[in-house]
């Protein structure tokens, strides 16, 4: 593989950004995946053991071999897999319940996230917080909150409270697993260079999750439960998911081949947000953001790319890396 260059190219923006759009599309699947019968399990069983396939035929085609399959740190990978898994979760059960273009804001809050996670020493970690790393938590924290609060009128009703309760929930659990994936993949790549590596594992062990969850929910042989009918839609739409899912993380590995992760991040910002809001509004006619939402999705930003502006005198402490 080779080396990075030290800045941005055209090449890595756009396989970053177009990276970021499938991935928004494989949400944009799941939340139609609903609309015909799919639950979140489905859609994810779908994402993991589809995607789990075509990663290792993207491995192939691309290495010529499977051995990028074996992982020097088999623990750590299967921990970021798992977090991934529950950022999956996530991301799918709050582009459901509150809008894709919502839950897309919501969702960057990931870096302050990473932070918080960073100031764990009980986690193994020993990040610092400074004045920036502060402020940046501050500002997404209230950004948070006003964004939830703006969203729900005056009149909105205790079934409303209660769906933007748990849609927000969702994404901001998936943003701490998020933060800790990030905390955790300098040392995963300090031992696997391969990027095939993870990408291969994160669908073999979230293809186990789904396994696990699902265990308990097939009939037993015997039973009078009946298959259920599924059409040719819905299949479509499933298998969207898997594509979608995995050739987003392929572009994604293929631009951080290209250049730093810490230059390509904020990228996601720029270009994934108005996009998803506009699938939101033409897909699903959610409704445009108001001023007032636009205004807390800025705050939102803003305080994540204040932790990729260039530091003047760069401390030993690490900046959040990745992307969800």
Known sequence: MKDKKSGLTIKAIAYWVF????VTGMQAAAKLAAHYGLSIRESMSARYVGGLLLALAIMWVVRRSLRSVRSANWRLQTQRSVAVA?????VFTSAKLIGLGLSTAFGYSWPAFSQVVGWQRWLGFNEKPDFRSALSVLLTFIGVGMLARARLHPAASSSDFTVMVIGTGAVLLASVCSGYQANIAPKIKAVDQDPFTGLVWLMFIGALVMMVWSAGSWALPGSSTTLPVISITSVIVALAIPVCGTMG????IQAQ???????????????????ALAMGHFAFGEAWPSFEEGLWMAVII?????????MPN???????????
């Open 19 to 22: 990276g970021a759009y499938l």
């Open 86 to 90: 529950v950022i999956t979760f996530g």
């Open 249 to 252: 993380q392929f572009f994604y």
């Open 257 to 275: 081949v290209e250049a730093p992760t810490r230059l390509l991040t904020p990228l996601t910002s720029i270009f994934q947000l108005p996009f």
């Open 302 to 310: 803003g305080g994540s790319l204040l932790n990729y502006l260039p």
């Open 314 to 324: 760069p401390g030993p402490s690490a900046k959040p890396q990745g992307s969800p």
